[in-house]
């Protein structure tokens, strides 16, 4: 298995553009995660889904921020318009079920600059 | 407010010597706690889970306690490698869904 895919692996961008991050999660995992890593505050949950359903949102900052999950096999992370903040590294984990017991697997993530 | 805490300074050691990090969380009551290791350019990497009724676990090299009267688990690396460089979270959820990281420990184990 290939893992979780993201991409792109490096974005960057001007404030005000739109940023599409990425995501494949790994075959037959039913729960999909959102994060962000900065130095300052570490990896924070921004959404999660399970079965494509999003389930828990309120890690997401802003109106700006949006995710969506169409079918098992792709997720995407939408910022418009993009701000300096928004830059982190942004990382997408699936799970197989729907524990928290149940191991997370991170994908290599999405370094994000927005001059 | 839930938080979850990890020494921020990084834990420099001697190759042979034990690590011990450190994790202490408050309003949390999770059932269980997970350990991550993350290496730069990264994502995290599940190493270990602990439920509440373990106290103790061990894989390998690596052990971990997990003391809920404390609130507070502790995560040690035997015998350490320089190898074993690299940054270590713990994570625990209150929801049973999603899990919530510490900022992490950077460790250096020098030859």
């Known amino acids: 298995d290939a893992g979780v895919i993201q991409s792109p692996r490096h974005e960057v961008t001007e404030m005000g553009q739109e940023v599409t991050l990425r995501c494949k999660p790994i075959?037959?995992?039913?729960?999909l995660f959102w994060y962000r890593q900065t130095m300052m505050r570490g990896l924070e949950l921004l959404i999660y889904?399970?079965?494509?359903?999003?389930?828990?949102d309120s890690g997401m900052p802003e109106d700006r921020f949006s995710a969506k999950m169409p079918n098992a096999s792709f997720s995407t992370l939408k910022i418009q318009p993009s701000e300096p903040r928004d830059s982190a590294v942004y990382f997408c984990?699936?799970?197989?079920?729907?524990?928290?017991?149940?191991?997370?697997?991170f994908g290599p993530g999405t370094r994000l600059t927005v001059l | 407010s839930q938080k979850i805490e990890q020494n921020s300074e990084a834990l420099n050691i001697q190759e042979g010597k034990t690590a011990t990090l450190t994790c202490n969380y408050t309003n949390y009551s999770p059932a269980y706690l997970q350990w991550y290791r993350q290496d730069p350019g990264r994502g995290p990497v599940f190493l270990l889970l602990i439920r509440e009724n373990e106290k103790e676990k061990r894989k390998e090299r690596l052990k971990v306690t997990f003391d809920t009267t404390l609130k507070q688990s502790l995560f040690h690396i035997t015998a350490s490698q320089p190898a074993d460089s690299a940054t270590y979270l713990c994570a625990l959820s209150n929801s049973g869904y999603a899990l919530n990281f510490g900022k992490g420990t950077s460790l250096l184990v020098t030859p």
């Open positions: 984990a699936s799970r197989p079920g729907q524990g928290s017991t149940d191991t997370q697997y």
């Open positions: 889904f399970n079965n494509n359903v999003p389930i828990d």
């Open positions: 075959s037959g995992h039913n729960s």
